[in-house]
């Protein structure tokens, strides 16, 4: 099988999971820099991948680059970048709210741009990436980052159009699950539960409800109806977060994120 040799600019959090994923693939080799030595040196250290010292060195070793790297630092990273990269390439940016056009104009004309939103369940194996090309990647590239991101989970390929969206709703998502992990498990406190005891219900219960979406034929609304019974418990649950527009705060809650994603763009 094709040897993928991948480089990280950027070993923080996602790139750390991203690697984590990737060392259980020996048909990958991994190579990784980041501005901060000891960050790096860790990183490499803990996965057995390749420190490089510079990102020129990182650059001419790796067939795959993935930028890991904040929004505000892509600019900087594709200016010293851009006399080292090659057109026969693959960029690949996890960057919230940076386009690939935006990529591809301020590296090469010609360069093959994948962009990526994972999310940070990803560090589980449990991740949910959106992939998009840019206007020069093929489908062979398209195929290649989903080969790479299917190592920490599910891969969905949207129009880049999508991406604000998908930012949203599964970038930033995880943040919103836990914050009803806490107030589920803080609400079983109130009741009684121990701290312990109260997380891992609430925590479990999340996935098992998760994965009833996935695998089932049924839409969330069916599930719904499935575990209420009229007057019962869920019924009154379910009449408490109606009265307080649960639903409705979801909702906005996923539009102000998604609009602060078209800022980012700005």
Do not use: W
């Not at 398209?142 to 969206?165: C, R, T, W, Y």
């Not at 925590?203 to 839409?219: F, R």
């Amino acid at each position: 099988m094709h040897t993928i040799t991948i480089g990280f600019i950027g070993t923080g959090r996602i790139a750390k999971a991203l690697i984590a994923g990737l060392v259980r693939d020996n048909n990958n080799e991994i190579s990784g820099y980041d501005k901060d030595p000891a960050v790096a040196d860790a990183v490499c250290k803990e996965f057995g991948i390749t420190r490089k010292n510079s990102m020129s060195e990182l650059v001419q070793s790796a067939n795959c680059i993935v930028l890991a790297v904040k929004p505000y630092q892509i600019e900087t990273v594709l200016e010293e970048l851009r006399r080292e990269l090659r057109p026969d390439q693959l960029l690949i940016s996890v960057a919230a709210g940076i386009t690939s056009e935006f990529i591809r104009t301020r590296s090469l004309e010609e360069m093959h741009v994948i962009r990526v939103m994972p999310n940070t369940p990803a560090f589980v194996g449990e991740g949910m990436t959106v992939v998009s090309r840019g206007k020069c990647a093929t489908d062979a590239d398209l195929a290649q980052a989903e080969k790479i991101f299917s190592a920490i989970g599910k891969v969905a390929v949207l129009d880049e159009i999508h991406m604000d969206a998908a930012t949203a709703v599964s970038g930033s998502g995880p943040a919103y699950m836990f914050h009803i992990i806490d107030a589920l498990a803080e609400g079983g406190k109130q009741c009684g539960l121990s701290d312990d005891e109260a997380v891992t219900l609430s925590a479990q219960t999340m996935l098992g409800a998760a994965k009833l979406v996935l695998e089932s034929q049924k839409k969330p609304a069916a599930l719904i109806k499935d575990v209420t019974t009229p007057g019962g418990t869920t019924e009154a649950g379910l009449h408490q977060m109606e009265a307080h527009n649960v639903r409705q705060a979801m909702i906005d809650t996923v539009t102000a994120a998604a609009q602060r994603s078209v800022e980012l763009k700005q």
